[in-house]
């Protein structure tokens, strides 16, 4: 298996700061989406590449761990070690498993779900063994938003017997997934055991109810005389068409990209995408008397 260079992916440094790599990571996903590009399939799989280095390397506990591999991979090449023999397994991981091809569509590779892959979480999680009559057992348990708008399942360890869990899609903070007749025992049978799901917190999105709301991020330009801004949704990127002369602010409803229906999981509330319109902090000189010119003109 061959080690990925995501920050050449990107063309970006590696001390590169979070907004760096978003900037080209829209740039390249805007210049290769397949809706720019249908029936491209070099774009295609080069889009595939820029999700999953922008998967890595812009969320900062994968880049983390990503950095630390490639250190020791360089240090492993420097040693003039055999082609092929590095030790992957090392690095696999722990964690929740994130099948990023059901986000970005099939084709993430080999190097990335075996360094990030993992396992369901949650593996040896007891219960307890006292025994009330027939009571019922709460157990709190964390999913990510993006499992919330999928669905997903847990392991569990369960008085010495493994349980594979279903947390249903649409999932929301207090929904309860019942597995009947895991409680406590009692001389009236057992009760019941529910998981109390909490969905964490997504940087890239505010939950409201079964809508969404995020940022779309585009340049001065584009907000001017109008083209093409990259929103990042649940279900994969998506090309929004800005009409010229949109303000900063301003919000586009993007219908049925929000959470499933937890009772109507074909059903999907909307996501709602603010402009955020970022303004050059460095200009050239010619790029300032443009701008000098454009406002000598708007005040005449």
């Known amino acids: 298996m061959d080690y990925k260079d995501y920050y050449k992916i990107l063309g970006v440094a590696r001390d590169a700061d979070e907004s760096e790599i978003k900037r080209a990571y829209r740039q390249l996903a805007l210049k290769?989406?397949?809706d720019k590009n249908p029936g491209d399939q070099k774009s295609e799989e080069r889009f595939k590449e820029i999700n999953e280095a922008h998967e890595v390397i812009g969320d900062k506990a994968k880049r983390q761990k990503y950095d630390q591999l490639g250190s020791s991979y360089r240090?492993?090449?420097?040693?003039?070690?055999?082609?092929?023999?590095?030790?992957?397994?090392?690095?696999?991981?722990?964690?929740?498993?994130?099948?990023?091809?059901?986000?970005?569509?099939?084709?993430?590779?080999?190097?990335?779900?075996?360094?990030?892959?993992g396992s369901p979480q949650g593996g040896s999680r007891g219960f307890g063994q006292q025994r009330v009559k027939g009571r019922d057992i709460?157990?709190?348990?964390?999913?990510?938003?993006?499992?919330?708008y999928r669905g997903t399942t847990r392991i569990l360890e369960h008085n010495g017997k493994r349980l594979e869990v279903s947390?249903?899609?649409?999932?929301?903070?207090?929904?309860?997934?019942?597995?009947?007749?895991?409680?406590?025992?009692?001389?009236?049978?057992?009760?019941?055991?529910?998981?109390?799901?909490?969905?964490?917190?997504?940087?890239r999105f505010r939950v409201d109810g079964d809508h969404l709301h995020t940022e779309v991020e585009t340049d001065i330009y584009t907000a001017v005389l109008g083209g093409d801004g990259l929103v990042i949704t649940l279900k994969g990127s998506v090309i929004l068409?800005?009409?010229?002369?949109?303000?900063?602010?301003?919000?586009?409803?993007?219908?049925?990209?929000?959470?499933?229906?937890?009772?109507d999981p074909q059903s999907f509330g909307d996501l709602y995408a603010?402009?955020?319109?970022?303004?050059?902090?460095?200009?050239?000189?010619?790029?300032?008397?443009?701008?000098?010119?454009?406002?000598?003109?708007?005040?005449?």
């Open 167 to 203: 947390i249903p899609s649409g999932a929301k903070s207090g929904t309860k997934v019942r597995l009947a007749g895991k409680g406590f025992r009692g001389a009236a049978g057992p009760g019941d055991l529910y998981l109390k799901i909490k969905v964490e917190a997504d940087p």
């Open 274 to 300: 603010t402009l955020k319109v970022i303004l050059p902090q460095t200009m050239t000189d010619q790029e300032r008397k443009l701008f000098e010119q454009l406002a000598a003109l708007s005040n005449k």
């Open 138 to 148: 709460e157990q709190p348990l964390s999913i990510s938003l993006t499992e919330a």
């Open 241 to 263: 068409s800005i009409p010229r002369g949109s303000q900063p602010g301003q919000v586009f409803r993007l219908k049925n990209l929000g959470m499933p229906l937890l009772r």
């Open 32 to 34: 290769y989406h397949p």
């Open 75 to 117: 240090a492993w090449e420097r040693a003039g070690q055999r082609q092929g023999g590095y030790d992957w397994s090392q690095w696999g991981s722990s964690g929740t498993r994130v099948d990023v091809g059901d986000i970005f569509g099939p084709g993430f590779s080999d190097f990335f779900t075996s360094i990030f892959g």
